[in-house]
Structure formats: C-alpha cells, structure tokens
C-alpha cells in the first residue's frame, strides 16, 4: 500500500484546512485508514481513524467536534477536515493505514509521507 498525503500550510487560529491522502496498490488488504500527526521531540500521536468499509470513526479527545475523517466512495482518498484549528494542532500530518484497528503507532502497517500543517498568526 502506497499513500501519499498532501494539503498541509499556512492558517491562522480558527481557521480551517482539508489534508487528503491518496491510497494505491494492495487498500483491499488494509482495513483501517488514519491520521496522526508529530512535533520535535515528541512522539507521533494518534488523531483519527476510520474502518474502511463500514465507515465507523473515532477520534484523540482533543480534536473531538473540530477535526472529522472520510473517504471517497472509490476508497481512493481518505480525508482529514480540520476546523477551528489552535496553535496546538501546529504538527506534521501523517496518513496511516492499517489491516487491524489503529490505535496507536505501533498498529500502522503503512505509512504516508508527512504534510506540515502550522497554525499561527
């Protein structure tokens, strides 16, 4: 499985932005996508995930109500929409995926490049 994340930049505090992470080769054989994001000298942090087929997601409390995971009918695409974006969610964005339920780092069997994501004034 291949992913390729893009849609990182430039926001101001309250502002919004959509990453998207494109899936190619063997998706059928991953049943979980998701995102997770990490600043220096700290570890990659779980953000959100999805089951693949039935859609179910789960998110980190802090980004409960403002950020919301989805994909494209064609499971193509896997999307992170994010609101009302703090100064605290400045990070690189990592898509993920995974043939279990993605809990933490250690659960990802497949890696997309980062995106960089800052928020500041």
């Known amino acids: 499985v291949q992913l390729q994340a893009s849609g990182g930049g430039l926001v101001q505090p309250g502002g919004s932005l959509r990453l998207s992470c494109r899936a190619s080769?063997?998706?059928?054989?991953?049943?979980?996508m998701g995102w997770f994001r990490q600043v220096p000298g700290k570890e990659r942090e779980f953000v959100a995930a999805?089951?693949?087929?039935?859609?179910?997601?789960y998110y980190e409390d802090s980004v409960k109500g403002r950020f919301f995971i989805s994909r494209n009918d064609a499971k193509t695409y896997t999307y992170l929409q994010m609101n009302n974006l703090k100064d605290e969610d400045t990070a690189v964005y990592y898509c993920?995926?995974?043939?279990?339920?993605?809990?933490?780092?250690?659960?990802?069997?497949?890696w997309g490049q980062g995106t960089l994501v800052t928020v500041s004034s």
């Open positions: 993920a995926a995974a043939r279990g339920r993605i809990s933490d780092s250690q659960s990802v069997n497949y």
């Open positions: 080769g063997r998706t059928f054989s991953s049943d979980f």
């Open positions: 999805m089951a693949w087929s039935e859609r179910s997601t």
